[in-house]
């Protein structure tokens, strides 16, 4: 077993340590845990490790987590199931056919008939679009095109996050472009979520996973 893996184990062992749940308990969660949020961060600490992810990034996996789904540490719907946006919602062409645009760049579409469903944002951290639900799906094993929903369930969802920010599905950015084992950026680290949103913030939840890691 190399360092790397040695490392991994290491962190793989928060699954089991009282010391990571007796601090975040207290520095993020207002002195109280549920299961449902102990079996998240379980989860996520696990496909991260899968992943190959540093100590670091997956104190960043966890802090976005922690964010997005606003401390529940459960997978969720988008607001809205993303009415106001083009992934969202159907739109109509001049014969009459409902069709919904697969990805960002709006070069191509499906229509209702092909698939029924709408790409909304789903999970620890929102993914949305048709090509990526599908890019995903290859990824994590798990037909997220003819089930999305598929991407709100915990397993898979941990899944997603983890390989999304390691490769960077979701902006283009990815976790080594700001934290590797010589250098650990978290404010920039937001980039590769959502630009610079509250970047400051999330990067003091990452300080505070990063210590209870280390009490491993």
């Not at 490392?7 to 928060?14: C, E, L, N, R, Y």
């Not at 191509?108 to 929102?126: A, I, K, M, N």
């Not at 991407?151 to 490769?167: F, L, R, Y």
């Not at 959502?194 to 890691?213: H, M, S």
């Amino acid at each position: 077993m190399n360092e790397t893996q040695l490392a991994q184990q290491s962190i793989a062992q928060t699954l089991a340590n009282s010391a990571f749940f007796a601090h975040i308990r207290e520095k993020l969660f207002s002195g109280s845990l549920n299961q449902s949020q102990v079996d998240g961060l379980n989860l996520l600490v696990l496909s991260s490790v899968e992943q190959g992810l540093n100590l670091q990034q997956i104190a960043y996996v966890l802090a976005t987590a922690y964010h997005e789904t606003a401390r529940t540490i459960k997978p969720l719907e988008e607001y809205g199931k993303g009415k106001n946006y083009d992934y969202g919602k159907w739109q109509i062409n001049s014969n009459g056919v409902k069709y919904c645009f697969k990805d960002g760049s709006r070069s191509s579409v499906y229509t209702q008939d092909e698939c029924p469903h709408l790409f909304y944002g789903r999970g620890f951290v929102q993914l949305t679009w048709r090509n990526n639900y599908a890019k995903a799906g290859a990824k994590v094993g798990a037909d997220l095109v003819t089930q999305p929903d598929l991407a709100t369930q915990p397993e898979t969802a941990a899944k997603i996050i983890a390989c999304g920010m390691a490769e960077g599905w979701f902006t283009g950015k990815r976790l080594a472009d700001y934290i590797t084992d010589s250098r650990c950026d978290y404010v920039a680290a937001r980039r590769i979520v959502n630009g610079t949103d509250k970047a400051d913030l999330i990067a003091g939840y990452a300080r505070i996973f990063e210590t209870a890691l280390n009490a491993v």
